[in-house]
């Protein structure tokens, strides 16, 4: 659930956006950037709890979904229902599924069917700046 239940994401104008975000998170939610790799302050997080986007709250990922990939960003193998939307993305010359929140149609990364090791076998490789972090209350 969103922590602004009374917003109509998909009705916000950028420089509402850009008011609401730090220029990084405006960056890769909005513009479509990348964090550079090992950067993230999500990157080793362990706890357990959730992953909701930094954009509007919404829940996308459970930390029992998340592994380590070795890639640079938080890996998870699968997102939180229908909190995901996935784009065909033909930038940088290649083809790549873009991963946006369903909710206010931010950018969080990509996803890639490279994890043979995890039950689904694909890898959501997510930008920190495109996450908030939930701990679990024990």
């Known amino acids: 659930m969103s922590e602004f239940p ?41 706890r357990a709890g959730s992953y909701h986007c930094a954009a509007c709250g919404a829940e996308l990922f459970d930390a029992t979904t998340k592994f380590e990939s070795h890639c640079g960003w938080p890996s998870f193998y699968e997102s939180k229902g229908s909190s995901t939307t996935e784009l065909e993305d033909t930038s940088h010359g290649m083809i790549r599924t873009e ?15 490279d994890a043979p090791d995890q039950p689904s076998g694909r890898r959501y490789c997510m930008n920190s700046a495109a996450l908030s972090f939930v701990p679990r209350s024990e």
């Open 6 to 46: 009374s917003l109509d994401f998909k009705e916000l104008s950028e420089a509402q956006w850009r008011r609401m975000l730090t220029p990084m998170q405006y960056h890769v939610l909005r513009e479509g950037g990348t964090e550079r790799p090992f950067t993230g302050e999500l990157l080793n997080e362990e």
């Open 99 to 113: 991963v946006r929140c369903t909710q206010c149609g931010s950018h969080l990364g990509h996803v890639f069917p």
